[in-house]
């Protein structure tokens, strides 16, 4: 069996046994554009785009040819009436490399047996292109940083400065950089204590010696 190519679920296939394919076909596409006149002279033509591209064909359903005629229009009615979209694709190639809707379906020719069983009719199928949109590029995901913003929570206490002035360091040790200096009076946000320093956040320490300073805990703080 050879698919010569499908539409709607239907794939049209020609063997020894069983003939499920297309005549009449017809393709076309016209360009948009727009009129606009012209006060004393010649109406002006202005190009608008691409229009969308039409096709029809017909397709022979027929029991003699090992194909059941109610089963394919079935499958065609139930698109149309659910706007439902598809390729078209001859030789595994989609036509037009888009999609396309199905318009309308007209049934004639109908054969039926001596049961009332539909025996061959033949359906003929307008098809109009429906472009899809283009998907738009994933944005790429940023991870946020986590915050370190500190909260009323996390606060220790407060500290003043009782001494002329003192270091304000990159780290818990007098070996790390001086950032800064913070004078008598200066009243400083402590949110922990390590190893004989506090840290007043955004990696700033002080030493946290009773000659320098006073220490007055938060309430509740542990």
């Known amino acids: 069996m050879a698919t010569i190519g499908s539409f709607g679920g239907v794939k049209f296939t020609v063997s020894d046994k069983t003939l499920l394919t297309f005549s009449d076909f017809t393709r076309n596409k016209e360009s948009r554009w727009q009129t606009i006149n012209v006060i004393g002279g010649k109406p002006r033509k202005e190009f608008e785009g691409p229009g969308l591209e039409k096709i029809t064909f017909s397709v022979l359903l027929s029991a003699s040819l090992n194909v059941n005629p109610d ?10 009436d659910k706007g439902r979209v598809s390729k078209l694709l001859l030789k595994n190639r989609p036509v037009g490399n888009t999609y396309f809707s199905l318009e309308a379906i007209a049934v004639d020719g109908i054969d039926v047996d001596n ?29 946020k ?78």
């Open 115 to 143: 049961r009332g069983n539909v025996w061959k009719q033949r359906v003929s199928l307008t098809l109009e292109e429906y472009p899809k949109k283009a998907k738009a590029p994933k944005k790429k995901s940023v991870k």
């Open 145 to 222: 940083k986590k915050s370190t913003a500190k909260t009323k929570k996390d606060v220790a206490g407060t500290m003043i400065i009782t001494t002329k002035s003192v270091h304000i360091r990159s780290g818990p040790g007098v070996s790390n950089k001086v950032l800064g200096y913070a004078l008598k009076g200066n009243e400083l946000t402590v949110y922990r204590k390590v190893n004989g320093w506090y840290a007043l956040g955004n990696g700033k320490y002080i030493t946290a010696d009773a000659s320098y300073s006073k220490f007055e805990a938060r309430k509740g703080a542990k």
């Open 71 to 80: 089963r394919i229009l079935k499958k065609w009615l139930e698109m149309l």
